[in-house]
Structure formats: C-alpha cells, structure tokens
C-alpha cells in the first residue's frame, strides 16, 4: 500500500566539475494540498529554460499537489574580468576638481571616485552552450533524487493518514450498523406508538378497523424506511475499506465517496421517525466530516 499525503519536503545536493567550472548545487522541494498538480520552480536566470524539464520529472512522481522547487547553485570558476571605466572616471575627475577649486572644498579621493556606480565593471563570464547542457542533465539527475526524497515523505505521511482514515471509517460502519439495528425494530414501534396515539386522541372505545390501522401502520413504515440509505451507506463503506487496501492516489475517489456517504447521512437523518437513529445519524455526519478532512490531505 503506498498511500500519499500532499505535504512533504525533500532536499538533494551535488558537486560537480565541468571544463574550468566547478558547481555545488542544492535542491529543495516543498509540497502541499491542492485539486490538482501545480509545479513552481525558483532557479538562476541562466537555468530557467530547466523548469520546463523538472515539472516534467515530478509528474512522474505526482499526480496531485502544489510542488515548490527552489535551486542554490554556487559556481567556482577564473576569476572574473574586472574593468575600470576610464571615460567615465576622467569625467569625474575633471567635474570634481573644478566643482571642489570653486567651493573652496577638499578633493575627492580615487577610492571615492572608484566607489561610484559605474566606473568599476564586472564581467562575469558566461557558460557555453555546452557547459551549460553537461549542468542542465548533472541538475536533472539531481532532481530526480530531490523528488524521489519527497515523494518518500509524502508516503511516511499518507501512512499516518491511511491509519487515521481506517479508524475514523470503522467508526463510521459501526455507528450504521446500530441504525441498522435500531431501524430493523422500526415497524413494530411505529405500530405501538400509532395505537397509543389513537387511544390518547379518541379514547379507549375508538372504533378503528384494524384494516385501517393497518394501512396507516405501512403508511408511516414506508415514510420512515431508511434500508435504502443504510444499503448505500454499507456499499460506500466497503468500497472505502477496498481503495484504502489499494492504495496508490485515492484522494479524489475517497473525497467524491465523503460526499455521498454525506448525502445518505442527511436522508437518514430527515426520513428516520425516531430520536436514537436522528442522535446515531447525527453522530454519522460529524465522523464523515472528519473523515473528509483526512482525505483533503492525500494525494
């Protein structure tokens, strides 16, 4: 059984060398509940052509959930070419000179000058297309771990879950099962409480046929019948107990099942004629709800 949760995080880190180029890389992933999958990923500028090819990854790995990815990457490589803008220095040298001789105030040191936005420029180097493809595919294995690491979370989770849920829907085939039995004593206190009411409205002597009583008596029976519902209710549930032996992704299953166990809950409650079966079908409904609330998280 490898029942999932949609709440889980894995991490996975490498190093690696190409050419000249040295990397240490780290991924991170997050996952949480959502209808369906949703993929997000966080990576340098020069990688982001990757995000294509990771959400295919994980997809492999999930089917339902919002997944988060973010990717550190530090880069030893030849140091990187620095420029002194020599234009735009003079410039300010000539105007500082002039500016400080007419205001009768101190120079500017270089250190000041080279501070200015501009006058020093960095190039970094950039990576060829090659480099850059052995990384995309040394990034893309490392993934693979990444998801791997996750979906190993999301399992060790849906088997609290799983756990949970079978508790919660034993309960619930208990709680049907005194319906069941309280409904099976149905006719007969109908029958008992109808005649009582005659007596009480028009006396010990009322003159009723027992036809009619009859009639009356199948009348309400028919009114207050709940096998339907408890039939359904007792089908739902084994085809619950069935996709939780299963396993695998049964989180949209589950939750379509929460509602119609929900909706026969509702009919046995309006339809029942009897206070102890109004009482269990209420006590029905709230375990049903927290069963729901189990099954939002799995996958």
Not at 48 to 72: C, H, M, P
Not at 180 to 194: S, Y
Request: charged share 30%.
């Amino acid at each position: 059984m490898n029942i999932s949760s949609m709440t889980g995080f894995g991490r996975s880190s490498g190093h690696c060398e190409i050419g000249e180029n040295v990397f240490d890389w780290a991924f991170e992933a997050k996952s949480v509940n959502a209808k369906n999958f949703d993929f997000k990923a966080r990576l340098p500028q020069v990688l982001e052509n990757l995000s294509g090819e990771l959400k295919a990854i994980a997809q492999k790995y999930f089917e339902r959930g919002t997944i988060s990815v973010s990717l550190d990457m530090k880069t030893e490589q030849n140091s990187d070419n620095v420029k002194i803008n020599s234009e735009l220095l003079n410039k300010l040298a000539v105007v500082s000179r002039e500016f400080c001789e007419k205001e009768k105030l101190q120079l500017p040191t270089m250190g000041e000058l080279l501070n200015v936005n501009g006058v020093i420029e960095i190039e970094r180097k950039s990576f060829d297309d090659e480099t850059l493809a052995a990384l995309g595919e040394e990034l893309k294995s490392g993934f693979e771990k990444c998801c791997a690491e996750l979906q190993h979370d999301r399992r060790l989770e849906g088997e609290k879950i799983a756990g949970v849920l079978s508790r919660l829907l034993q309960k619930i085939k208990t709680i049907v099962g005194e319906i069941v039995g309280k409904a099976d004593k149905m006719p007969e206190q109908i029958a008992e409480k109808l005649k009582q009411q005659i007596k009480e409205f028009l006396g010990e002597n009322a003159d009723v046929s027992e036809e009619r009583l009859a009639q009356e008596i199948v009348f309400l029976v028919n009114r207050a019948d709940i096998r339907e519902e408890t039939d359904r209710l007792q089908v739902h549930i084994k085809t619950a107990e069935k996709l939780l032996a299963d396993g695998q992704s049964v989180g949209r299953r589950l939750d379509f099942l929460c509602q119609e166990l929900n909706r026969e809950a509702n009919t046995t409650c309006s339809k029942a004629a009897d206070v102890e079966i109004i009482n269990c079908g209420m006590e029905l409904k709230a375990t049903i709800e927290q069963f729901r609330e189990q099954v939002q998280n799995m996958e």
